[in-house]
């Protein structure tokens, strides 16, 4: 297998929605395989955290009841993706025992070499439980080494909305793109900068590019005083994907960005934002808030935060 994507289950609507939108995506795809991970939380003032250091430490009964459980939502989920098309040794399933359900999480995407790590969410303006609420925020803020993907509702999967800007940051995630969609049949890559009405978006400088890209390639292909549009459109290509499925969306002004996103995605029929993610020291700036407010605006949308 090429892409390994972890998908976490809780057994709500919320994880099946995820499971669907996954289904859509790599359905005739045999080179992802999908990993559901099930997370018993240990809960209340007991020892089953110990579990997490001692496995060979008793349970109690009431883990023993939600591992249970967790393991019936896990093959209910792997039915679901098999009736939906995923051959059945595409998939994987694991219940793992944890004090902190976004930690373990966290913690397993970084330790199994995944391409994205996926969960759902409730619509707009609830308060999720599990996974599907605090928990997705808690990961929006701490999972950095792996891509995240947040699927609400109902969300397409062959039409992306790619934000461009001019940044290492956004090229990286045209490359990552491309990547997990080489071998999609039809998916189509729509390239939109949101231009703010006050104030200009921070340029990086072409030698910021070199050290991933290399000097020739920049020299060739940046063009920092149009948002790097060639640029996204060249990796693209290079990645795969053919050039008659990538547009260039007009720019618009725009007095909040993530707004913005959600309303052009929405404009395009586009079922998924992707926005490239500074580096985890930098998060404090405009791009988390871009990303932050995609996320809480988006219905019926993925959004996937990338690099």
């Not at 390994?4 to 395989?33: C, M, R, W």
């Not at 090229?171 to 189509?188: I, R």
């Not at 063009?223 to 996204?232: G, P, S």
């Not at 913005?260 to 998060?283: F, P």
């Amino acid at each position: 297998m090429e892409k390994a994507i972890l998908v976490a289950i809780d057994g709500s609507v919320y994880s099946g929605n995820s499971l669907e939108y996954l289904a859509k995506l790599f359905g005739p795809d045999s080179t992802v395989a999908l990993h559901l991970l099930g997370v018993v939380p240990s809960g209340g003032g007991g020892k089953d955290w110990m579990f997490e250091v001692d496995p060979l430490r008793g349970q109690s009964a009431e883990t023993e009841q939600r591992g249970s459980r967790a393991r019936k939502q896990l093959a209910d989920a792997e039915d679901l993706l098999i009736r939906n098309g995923i051959a059945r040794e595409r998939i994987e399933t694991k219940v793992i025992i944890a004090a902190s359900i976004s930690n373990a999480i966290r913690n397993e995407a970084e330790r199994g070499n995944y391409d994205s790590v996926v969960i759902g969410r409730r619509g707009l303006g609830t308060v999720g439980n599990m996974f599907f609420g605090s928990i997705s925020g808690e990961l929006i803020e701490k999972c950095h080494k792996v891509p995240l993907w947040i699927v609400d509702g109902l969300a397409s999967a062959w039409r992306f909305l790619l934000a461009v800007h001019s940044r290492p940051s956004s090229l990286l995630a045209a490359d990552y793109l491309a990547h997990v969609l080489k071998n999609h049949p039809g998916a189509e890559i729509c390239l939109y900068h949101s231009n703010p009405v006050f104030g200009n978006q921070h340029k990086a400088k072409a030698e910021d590019f070199h050290p991933i890209w290399g000097k020739e390639w920049c020299d060739q292909y940046l063009d920092l005083d149009n948002y790097l549009m060639y640029a996204h459109f060249q990796l693209l290509v290079e990645g795969g994907i053919p050039r008659s499925r990538i547009v260039q969306l007009p720019s618009q002004m725009h007095l909040d960005a993530g707004s913005d996103l959600v309303r052009q995605a929405k404009k395009y029929r586009c079922g998924t934002i992707v926005i490239g993610r500074r580096s985890r020291n930098l998060t404090k700036g405009q791009l988390k808030g871009v990303s932050d407010k995609a996320v809480n605006q988006a219905q019926d949308v993925a959004v996937w935060l990338a690099g």
